[in-house]
């Protein structure tokens, strides 16, 4: 059983096309996140959700949008994709926003914009 | 501001040399301190935290310890072995309670046999 899930785990795209990944957990939390992982390895948080409801917000372009349809699920949309957007994403869930512990990370997803 | 400053980025030790690596913060309130490694092409995974209530904290080979005083902690390995080599991330969170946490920028160790 996978805790945390990510779909696709590979997407090669052109620059300007948009494009979704998705995220599932099955562990019963209540906050999830988005970070990116650049091609230095440094990982940076984008987006949190706590029940469905937006937390975190950092500073990334509005061409990123997050939605979450219920507390097991976070997606990212990506609009007109750019070359720098190339990167691993990775979802995570955690426990409760507000009681700070463990993140558990999905495999990732890689993105290669062409 | 919210930073999190990690040394060294690369670390290359002998199978069975002790290693360690440091980080500072800067959000006196944080109280949380995890470090995750992340192997080739996987995931990051937790492999020990500690929070602020105490000064050290032992898992088998590793152990990390924390001056909070001095706004900093260590993660310890000892006995290294080649499995151990990864990419290892402090963190810590920062601002209004909210699991936000802000990562290391990452050491990269290699244990050689």
Same mark, same amino acid.
């Given at each position: 059983?996978?805790? $945390?899930?990510?779909?696709?785990? +590979?997407? $090669? ?14 562990l ?13 390895k440094?990982?940076?948080?984008m987006?949190? +959700? ?9 500073? $990334? ?8 349809? %219920? ?13 720098? %957007? ?7 869930s ?7 512990g ?9 993105l290669?914009v062409? | 501001?919210?930073? @999190?400053?990690?040394?060294?980025? =690369? ?8 290693a @360690? ?6 959000d ?11 192997e080739l ?5 937790? !492999?020990?935290? !500690?929070?602020?209530? @105490? ?6 080979? !590793? ?11 260590s993660?310890h390995? =000892?006995? =290294? ?25 990452? =050491?990269?160790?290699a @244990?050689?046999?």
């Amino acid at each position: 059983d996978t805790a $945390v899930s990510q779909t696709p785990k +590979y997407l $090669v795209t052109q620059m300007g096309n948009d494009k979704s990944i998705k995220c599932e957990q099955n562990l019963g939390h209540d906050t999830m996140y988005w970070y990116k992982q650049d091609s230095k390895k440094f990982l940076k948080i984008m987006f949190s +959700y706590n029940n469905k409801e937006l937390i975190i917000n950092e500073t $990334v372009p509005n061409r990123f949008s997050p939605k979450s349809p %219920d507390k097991a699920h976070l997606n990212l949309h990506i609009n007109s994709l750019e070359l720098g %957007d190339s990167a691993v994403y990775f979802c995570a869930s955690s426990l409760a926003g507000g009681i700070i512990g463990e993140l558990f990370f999905g495999e990732g997803s890689r993105l290669t914009v062409l | 501001g919210e930073n @999190v400053e990690q040394h060294p980025s =690369t670390l290359s030790v002998q199978e069975g040399d002790s290693a @360690v690596i440091k980080c500072t913060y800067s959000d006196s309130a944080s109280n949380y301190f995890p470090w995750y490694k992340q192997e080739l092409g996987k995931r990051p995974q937790l !492999i020990i935290d !500690i929070r602020s209530n @105490v000064g050290e904290k032992k898992d088998q080979r !590793i152990a990390v310890t924390l001056n909070k005083t001095a706004k900093h902690f260590s993660l310890h390995i =000892t006995e =290294t072995q080649p499995e151990d080599s990864a990419v290892y991330f402090c963190a810590a969170p920062f601002s209004g309670g909210y699991n936000k946490l802000i990562f290391g920028a990452g =050491t990269r160790l290699a @244990v050689h046999p």
